[in-house]
């Protein structure tokens, strides 16, 4: 399944299941991802809040607001993917498609979890004034800078 995902792009996968164990889920939820994404892409998550003057840390704390950290039941490789964090991987490979890539970035991750409206990360995000169309044009504008043309389809 994460074979087109680029190392930074499995890290995020990696830190939310992660994330999720600390918190004690039954499930990886896009909350996770976006602390995953925090982790792993330091550079796009100060690319994407940064540009709006939001502090990484503060994000995080508002996703860990009133939750409690404890240990985790499930055994930390059998933690699966909730309906909405498997929507939001499903949102990353349709906008890499859509732009001509063979891999799945952070980027894709980004958007896709924008596109996943009503779910607790996207809702973060757009307190922090990070729309779908903010991301798109910053992801298209890093992706011509970061990946060479031999990674688009």
């Known amino acids: 399944m994460f074979q087109r995902y680029t190392i930074q792009a499995r890290r ?17 939820g896009t909350e996770h991802l976006l602390l995953g994404l925090l982790r792993a892409d330091k550079e796009l998550a100060e690319r994407i809040l940064g540009a709006h003057n939001s502090s990484i840390d503060s994000t995080r704390a ?12 499930l055994h930390v490789k059998t933690l699966p993917l909730s ?18 890539h063979k891999y799945i970035g952070t980027e894709h991750l980004l958007v896709g979890l924008l596109r996943e409206e009503h779910c607790r990360a996207a809702k973060i995000l757009k307190e922090q004034e990070v729309s779908l169309l903010f991301a798109r044009e910053r992801v298209v504008r890093a992706q011509d800078k970061y990946y060479p043309p031999d990674l688009r389809l």
Not at 12 to 28: D, H, Q, T
Not at 62 to 73: H, I, V
Not at 86 to 100: F, I, S, T
């Open 83 to 100: 309906e909405e964090s498997k929507r939001v991987l499903n949102y990353a490979a349709e906008e890499a498609d859509g732009a001509g």
């Open 62 to 73: 508002s996703l860990k607001e009133g939750k409690t950290t404890r240990p985790s039941a």
């Open 12 to 28: 995020v996968v990696f830190f939310a299941l992660y994330e999720g164990a600390g918190f004690g889920s039954p499930s990886i």
